[in-house]
Each structure stands twice: as C-alpha cells, then as structure tokens.
C-alpha cells in the first residue's frame, strides 16, 4: 500500500498531507504525482470528478516552486470562480508550510485593481479563469514570460463554455519550452487539439471504473411526465427525510423557479447560477457548505468548483444536453471514499439520452419509481421516531419546567401526547400525501396508435365550475394554469378537473373544495402584475345553460342557434343581366360607339373629333386658328396680336411702354391729363434718355427741381 511520504514530495509537502489525515493517495494521486516528480514532462490526466484531480497535479506544481524568486512561476486556468477559489484554498492549505510562496485566484466579478495590486507584491502561483486572465494580458499587468507550469484543469468544460480563443491567447503569452499538465473527466475532440498544438510526446494517464470511488455512486432513474417534474422531485426529498444534495437544471431561469418553488414550501434551499454576483454565490455556498441550507440547486457551470464531501444525493431535474455533463454533475457525490446517489428524471420521449449516457458513463441506469405517497409518509414517520428516540435528554430542560409541563399537560397519557406532537409536526405532510396520485409513467415504448389512460385518478366530491381570467393572451398553456390553480389552492391535481382555455379567460372545473374557499385562495393573487380574478360560474346551476368542456365548440348561453333556412348551393351570377341562366353565352364584346349590342362586330372607326358626326373617311388633320372659331382648309401664318388695342392688324407697331399709374416717370414729361387713366396710347410720346436727362441738368439742385422730391 503506497503512502503519501513514499511519492517523493518535500518534506513541507508531506507534512500538510497528513496533517490534512490522508494517508494513502488516489489512483490518479499515485500515479500522477511520481510521474510528474521524478520525470517532469507534459502529461495528459483522464479522471472523473471527485477522484482528486487537484492534489494530483497541486502538489508536483508546488514541489517546483522557488520562493526567492518574485514572479509568476505555474498558471492554473480553470473555467468557474466557484473551481478556482477552491483550488486556490487547497493550494494554500498544502503550501502552508512552504515559507514565501504566494498563491493568487484571479477571476471575474471582484476588484481587477486589487488583483492587479495583489500581483505587484510578488507572486509565484496564479488560479484563474480564462476571461479574466485575458483581460490582465490586454492590460499589460500580467506578464507570463517566466511561467515553467501551466495546468489545466477541467479542459473540457472550459471549451464548453467557449474558452479556447481565450485559451490560445494565454498560452501564447507562455515560454515554448514549459511543461503542461492537462486534466479532464473526458477527452473531446477540442482537448485532443490542445494537447497536439501546445504538449510535446505528453504521457497519458487514464483513470476509468476500476477508481475505488468509481463505485460507490448508485445511479437511477425516474420516467415522468414533464409537468409532474416538480412533484417528483418533492417525493423524492420527502422520502429521504436526511438528503443533502445538489440539484441540477438546464438553465438560470429553471434554477431559480425550482429554488423558489423549494423555498416557498418549506425546504431549505437556495439557487446558484450566472446571474448572482460573486458576493452572493459565496455566500450561497458558504450556507450550503456548512450545512445551513438542505439543497442547493445548481446549472452545469455554476456546480463546477463545488467540493462538498458530505453530497449524499445528485437529483437531474432534466437530462443535460450534453451526456458528458452527466459525468461532471455525478461526481459532486460519492467523494472522499462515501456512498452516493444519482437520480435522473426523464421523460418517456427522452429514453434515446439515457442510452447515451449508459454509453458513455459505462454505468446501467436503474429504474426507479417515484415513491407513492403512503411509502413517503413511513419514511418520514420512521425518522422521526429515530431523531425522537435517539435526543439527548440529559441536563437539557431543567426538572422544574418539567414539573410546569406535567401540570400543564393534565391527565393526557403518553399515546394522546405523541400524537399530537406527530400531528403538530407532520401535518402537512399528512396533508399532502394522503391522497397523492401516482406520479409513474410507464418507461416502456408505446404504439403511436396507443393513447395513453389518465394516470391518477380524480378526487371525490362535488363539481364546480370557476370562471378565471386568465387566458392564452397570458403566455400560459393548461400545464402552466394547472400549476397556478395547485399552487394557490395548496393542493394537487386530483382536485383540478377539465381546463377549457380560452382568448382572455379559462374555465376551470375543481373537485371536492368549497366555493368560498377556492375565491379566496386567489385574493390578491396577480399573474404577471395583473390582478386574476376568480368567480364561480353562474351557468353552473342550469339557469343559463351548461359549459362544454368535452369538445373544441364555445359554450351555449342559453338559446338555441338560430336556423336561417335552405341555403341554396352557390351559383354564379352572369354579369351581363341580372337574371340568372343555366347557358352560359359566349363573351362578346360590345361596341364603344353605339349602346346597342349586335352579333356582327363593325371594325374599328376612329372618331373626328372635330366633328360630333361619324364618316367612313378620316380628314387629314387641320390645325386650327385660335384667333377664329371658324375652321379654314389653309393655315395662317402666325400674327402677334397687339395687346394695347383689341383689333387685330397686320402691321405690328413698335413696342411703348405705358405708364402704370400716376407715379411720375423720369424718363418722360411731366403726366399729362391722359397718363395713368389706362393702357391706352398716350396724347404726346415720350421722348429722350436718361443720359440726356442728366446731360440738361448736371447739378443735384437743378434734378430736384426738375423732378421733385421723391415720393415712396
């Protein structure tokens, strides 16, 4: 048996370990850790999660650190915050003997100036994740030229998450001749192209189902229907009364809708994904870590960095989309040598993932069914009994408040007193499960022609009809209204009965609860900030006819559809007559020119315009004169008319200007009686220039009395 002191790590090294109480390595311990020691050389490890990948290339790396020298010495790129927090603090925990080596996680969503200062003090070791990395280099604050290890840790994920330009940057920043140790659950095509661009002859390690934690995961599955996922899941918890898992989800906004949901119902939960700051994903974790909270529910990348041993369960709400993702959310149980469990919950369409899956994990998947209501409430009875009888007792209540309870308490007998503290302690449970419907579907392959029988069976009682006012203008379908109805009625399907979905409202057929008690679940109740109003039918009773939920026709309000008589077949109208007959006459075409319709149709006749009367011959075109109405066979020629007298003359005069008005003119006489009383001609011609003008008048005195004063 091979111990840590025999895998030739520094004294410092070996010191930690054991004061860390481990004694004997994991295989991919034992076999990397030698390996990368006496023969430091690129090295590809192949391990699932959990099987200590980080102490595996951690120890090596820190092996090879000189602590005078005050630069970057090893690179750690890891694709989460959650990851390179955690391998920062192991690296810390196993160098805490080894005086003057500094460890630095850098990642994103902190202070970049603290880490930048942090940087200048002198560090050897930096954990980061890749955009935060990148982002330094651009900065020029991070300088990588003295690096000797680079390590990466989770490749596979960080391809995933699109990472590798980031990836390729950073490595080009790195000296050529440095050693790269490279560790993945598996080997995609992405991995394989790194380790061929950036590793020279790398050895390969591969650790598979012969790892002794490799066993220890017990894997299931469930087969439900989509919308029963979340009452599965309650069973699920429910019936493990001491679970203490991780759930995981497709996306952010599932993670939190399963995280509310558990919150609301009185679970110790909390969700971590994308969207929370890193404050709030450590303290997440730092509850769940120290066991404040039940469940954590979780997406793929969020999870990657949880290093939790005591993980008992890993439910999959939904399978993920991709198989290798299996592997990663398996592993977050069954760590540290311990027993855990796996429970996928799937569809009856989705049976083509889980053979993938078995593929790839070389693991059978095992059925499992979703307990049944009276198995939950054995489970839940049994351990309470085993917390109840298993209490310290001792120096806890002090014997005068004992004598204060006895009093209190009269002549009740211990049977009456037990079940009353069962019934003020499980009451809701009793509530819940005691008429529970099978949430099972049938995992075997069915006919298409097959239609599948309702799988749980109504609740007895009377039948109301609730007229609801929410409607498929909402964005809601019948699964997600069947959700709010159970949610604010505190109650399961078997309650609920038909769903008639319609525009703007629904109608709504719930079983065995009271009117009044329905109404008033919904008070104050609001769908998307609108307020949802509740009332009981009023065609319920008969007075005003009957809803029918049965078929796709709208409801009857109480008269019956008029008939509006024979309707005749359709017939088509003949355009050219209003009466209608079954000959249909050939087209013809009418003629323009005559309102009467002949058979014989005339060839075309081009009209005179000129003339209302029609001839055979067509008169060549005559211009005519717009002096004369009259129309002549000769044309003319043009003659200006004059605009001063309205007779017009042959011989055109010269052009005078006439006189607007009374407006003296300067270039003529002082206006005579005539000027300015039209256009006519006037009694005397003007005469002269204004160059003459000037010439008889060279001074400016001798121009105003010539002229006048000037008038605007």
Request: net charge positive.
């Amino acid at each position: 048996m091979t111990t840590f002191s025999e895998l030739g790590l520094k004294p410092e090294l070996a010191q930690a370990v054991a004061e860390l109480g481990f004694i004997q390595p994991t295989p991919i311990q034992e076999q990397a850790i030698p390996e990368l020691i006496q023969n430091p050389r690129d090295l590809v490890g192949l391990a699932r999660t959990g099987t200590g990948k980080t102490a595996a290339f951690g120890l090596p790396l820190l092996h090879f650190i000189n602590p005078d020298l005050k630069f970057p010495q090893a690179l750690v790129l890891c694709p989460t915050r959650e990851l390179c927090i955690q391998i920062s603090e192991d690296l810390k925990t196993y160098a805490k003997h080894l005086r003057g080596v500094n460890i630095l996680p850098v990642y994103g969503g902190s202070s970049i100036s603290l880490q930048i200062r942090e940087l200048r003090r002198g560090i050897q070791v930096i954990v980061g994740t890749p955009g935060r990395l990148n982002d330094m280099i651009e900065r020029g604050a991070l300088k990588l030229g003295e690096v000797q290890t680079v390590v990466l840790d989770e490749a596979d994920e960080m391809l995933n998450m699109g990472f590798r330009e980031a990836i390729d940057t950073i490595l080009a920043e790195t000296p050529k001749e440095k050693k790269t140790w490279l560790f993945s659950a598996t080997m995609p095509d992405g991995v394989a192209r790194i380790s061929r661009s950036y590793m020279k002859d790398p050895i390969t390690l591969s650790i598979k189902g012969t790892a002794e934690g490799e066993s220890k995961i017990d894997h299931f599955y469930c087969v439900v229907q989509a919308r029963d996922r979340y009452p599965a899941l309650r069973r699920i918890v429910d019936a493990h009364p001491d679970i203490y898992g991780i759930i995981f989800c497709r996306t952010k906004l599932e993670t939190q809708e399963v995280s509310d949901h558990l919150i609301r119902d009185g679970y110790m939960a909390n969700a971590i994904h994308g969207d929370l700051s890193q404050q709030q994903r450590d303290l997440v974790m730092k509850r769940f870590r120290t066991k404040q909270i039940q469940m954590l529910v979780a997406t793929d990348v969020a999870a990657r960095g949880i290093d939790v041993d005591d993980v008992t369960h890993v439910l999959h709400y939904q399978a993920p989309d991709e198989p290798e993702a299996y592997t990663h959310r398996s592993g977050r149980t069954g760590r540290a040598g311990k027993n855990g469990i796996s429970i996928l919950f799937m569809h009856a369409k989705e049976t083509g993932k889980l053979r993938v899956i078995e593929r790839l994990t070389q693991k059978k998947l095992i059925y499992l069914p979703v307990p049944a209501g009276v198995d939950v409430l054995k489970n839940q009875l049994l351990s309470f009994a085993t917390k109840l009888k298993n209490t310290e007792t001792a120096n806890v209540v002090p014997a005068e408040y004992l004598g204060v309870l006895k009093e209190a308490m009269g002549e009740m007998t211990s049977e009456e007193m037990l079940e009353k503290f069962m019934a003020l302690n499980l009451a809701k449970l009793f509530a819940d499960y005691s008429r529970s419907p099978d949430l099972n579907v049938s995992n075997k392959p069915r006919e298409r022609s097959e239609r599948p029988e309702r799988d749980y069976a109504e609740a007895t009682g009377d039948k109301h009809t609730y007229f609801v006012s929410i409607g498929r203008m909402d964005n809601v379908d019948p699964g997600q209204l069947l959700r709010i109805l159970c949610d604010q009625l505190n109650t399961d399907r078997t309650h609920i009965g038909k769903i008639d979905l319609k525009h703007n409202f629904s109608f709504v057929q719930i079983i065995g609860l009271e009117p009044t008690e329905v109404m008033n679940s919904f008070k104050g109740f609001t769908n998307r900030g609108r307020p949802v109003r509740v009332n009981q039918a009023e065609n319920e009773s008969g007075a005003g006819g009957s809803h029918s939920f049965g078929s796709g026709e709208e409801r009857s309000f109480g008269g019956e559809r008029k008939s509006f008589g024979d309707r005749k077949p359709y017939e088509r109208k003949s355009f050219g007559g209003s009466s209608s007959s079954g000959d249909r006459k050939p087209y013809e075409r009418k003629s323009f020119g005559d309102s009467s319709s002949s058979g014989d149709r005339k060839p075309y006749e081009r009209k005179s315009f000129g003339d209302s009367s029609s001839s055979g011959e067509r008169k060549p075109y005559e211009r005519k004169s717009f002096g004369d109405s009259s129309s002549s066979g000769e044309r003319k020629p043009y003659e200006r008319k004059s605009f001063g007298d309205s007779s017009s003359s042959s011989d055109r005069k010269p052009y005078e200007k006439k006189s607007f008005g009374d407006k003296p003119s300067r270039r003529s006489t002082p206006p005579t009686e005539n000027v300015g009383k039209g256009f006519g001609k006037p009694d005397k011609p003007e005469g002269g220039d204004w160059k003459n003008l000037m010439n008889e008048a060279p001074t400016q005195a001798d121009r105003k009395k010539k002229f006048g004063k000037k008038k605007w």
